[in-house]
């Protein structure tokens, strides 16, 4: 997911770099240009969103199985607990 999106930024920002070339041409052009700039921001934007994305689940994951596993020790220990070992 991470290399994803690295891959969407990068191709985002290579779109909005060659329109900012083109941004002084001629006519009608230049306003194409302008419009292909913005989408590859929005291009870029939406790999950087892709990749906050996957981070905050990485961490959500990693939360979620340490208090599984706390859970599972929990468990356990009220077993042993409520074992007598002495009559």
């Known amino acids: 997911m991470r290399r994803l999106s690295k ?9 909005s770099m060659l329109a900012m070339c083109c941004l002084d041409s ?4 230049m306003y194409y240009a302008g ?4 989408l590859g921001g929005f291009i870029a934007g939406a790999g ?14 990693i939360e979620m199985f ?14 042993i607990e409520d074992k007598k070992i002495a009559p």
Not at 10 to 15: E, F, N, V
Not at 48 to 61: A, D, H, I, T, W
């Open 7 to 15: 891959i969407i930024t990068a191709t985002g920002g290579i779109i």
């Open 26 to 29: 001629d006519g009608i052009y």
């Open 35 to 38: 419009a292909v700039c913005i």
């Open 48 to 61: 950087y969103g892709l990749r906050v994305l996957s981070e905050c689940r990485r961490e959500m994951q």
């Open 66 to 79: 340490c208090f599984h596993q706390a859970d599972k020790l929990d468990g356990d220990m009220e077993l």
